[in-house]
């Protein structure tokens, strides 16, 4: 799950993270009070969308003045904020944060996210801070320092003090190691506690004076740890999210959709791995993965249609499911009535084994949809059927 920046520093500075003080508002008026309120003279208006790169659409403006806060928050709220993360057509703005100006010393990267390959937390940084980190690992990949943290002990003083002088902090002030170093812990503590898979500060900013604040914050929650966070439901903003993956978190499916144009359904996630594994090794390219879990709630099985088909890509659908608990008859009369409420146009292969999987099959040949509703009596044949038919349809 991923929240707005407003949210992500108030997250932060429960774990003692220095930000700049700020409002969230969702009016001109709102906005102009909020700087009164911060007080001093030079404000910063920042769109809230869930997407980086406002900077450089136009959705940050540094804003001398009352008045020119109004402007800005005039000219952001409201506005169709394209980014290279938003895709063309943008994400409309509906909130800004209203934050105290700094005086900008030096701009630096800091992340932290879950390296796989050495199954630990691991923190990056860099002097290149302001920049998208992609760039510099392309550009200048020594740029870019590495901490692997031992779980078990979290990330250790004397690494959070290697980052601070491998960002060359001393250079710029001594006194700013300490400081500096206590935020990368501080940090640290926040990506564990939260249960985050990528925590970025871009960029952490040393002021003029003398201070070490995260001036831009992005927090993304493992959603499979999410029940360990009840409060944090309260920050989910279903008007940043694709409608489709709303839909399919609603229903309780895990939907991901993938390039390919043979859409999948299956029950379990182990087989649905195994499914596009095969569609794969047939010379097929599976659409999406979709788990939609044990049972054959009638309501779940059509979301399911619909959220396959609803990708223009799909050619065909492969439906595969083990019988265990659940009833083969039971899912084959499912998918016969979902293709009817759900109006599928495309043809789709079925290949159920398990429990009454005799029955099922004498459901499906009895369907009346003949040639729109194939059915297969193994994973290699339901494959082939499935490639053959999405390819007749290309
Ligand atoms: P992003 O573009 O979505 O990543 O938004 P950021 O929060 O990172 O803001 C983009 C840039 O705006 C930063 O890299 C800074 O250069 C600039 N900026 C943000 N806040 C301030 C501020 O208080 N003072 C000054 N001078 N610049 C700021
Ligand atoms: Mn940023």
């Known amino acids: 799950m991923k929240i707005h920046e407003y949210q992500a520093k108030e997250v932060l500075s429960r774990y003692g993270v220095p930000v700049p003080k700020g409002q969230v508002a969702d009016t001109v008026e709102g906005a102009v009070a909020a700087a009164k309120g911060i007080g001093g003279d030079v404000w910063v208006v ?20 009352l008045d020119t806060v ?6 952001i709220l409201g506005m169709q904020l394209v980014t290279h993360q938003t895709g063309p057509e943008g994400q409309q703005v509906k909130k800004v944060l209203v934050e105290e100006g700094m005086d900008i010393r030096k701009e ?15 923190v990056l940084a860099s002097t290149e801070g302001g920049m ?21 002990v979290g990330l250790r003083a004397f690494q959070a003090q290697r980052l601070a002088y491998g960002l060359e902090v001393d250079r710029i002030d001594p006194k700013l190691v300490r400081p500096t170093a206590a935020l990368i812990s501080n940090l640290y503590q926040a990506f564990q506690g939260e249960d985050c898979s990528l925590v970025e500060i871009n960029p952490l900013v040393l002021t003029g004076d003398g201070r070490a604040v995260a001036l831009d914050a992005k927090l993304t929650f493992d959603d499979n740890a999410l029940f360990r966070h009840p409060a944090l439901k309260d920050y989910r903003d279903l008007g940043e999210e694709e409608p489709l993956e709303i839909e399919a978190s609603d ?10 144009n043979i ?11 195994g499914t596009m594994d095969i569609i ?3 010379g097929g390219e599976p659409a999406n993965f979709l788990d939609i879990g044990g049972g054959a ?6 979301t399911a249609f619909r959220i396959i088909t609803s990708d223009p890509n799909v050619k065909c659908i492969l439906i595969n499911i083990f019988g265990g608990i659940v009833r083969c008859d039971v899912v084959a009369e499912g998918v016969v009535a979902a293709f009817k409420n759900v109006g599928i146009s495309i043809p789709v292969v079925v290949r159920l084994e398990g429990t009454n999987s005799k029955e099922a099959n004498e459901i499906i040949a009895g369907s009346g949809l003949g040639d729109r509703l194939l059915k297969a009596e193994s994973l290699k044949e339901a494959a082939e059927k499935s490639v053959a038919a999405a390819a007749s349809q290309s």
């Open 263 to 273: 859409g999948c359904r299956v029950n379990g996630a182990g087989l649905a791995m």
């Open 108 to 122: 630096l990267y800091l992340s932290i996210l879950v390296d796989r390959n050495t199954q630990s937390g691991v």
């Open 280 to 282: 794969k090794a047939q």
């Open 132 to 152: 998208e980190i992609e760039e510099v690992a392309a550009k200048t990949p020594e740029k870019i320092l590495r901490e692997n943290v031992d779980g078990a």
């Open 297 to 302: 709630d009638q309501g779940r099985v059509e």
């Open 251 to 260: 229903a309780d499916l895990s939907y991901i959709k993938l390039d390919g």
């Open 46 to 65: 920042k769109a809230q969308i869930h997407a980086g790169g406002r900077g450089k659409g136009g959705g940050v403006k540094v804003s001398k003045g």
């Open 70 to 75: 109004k402007g800005s928050a005039e000219a």
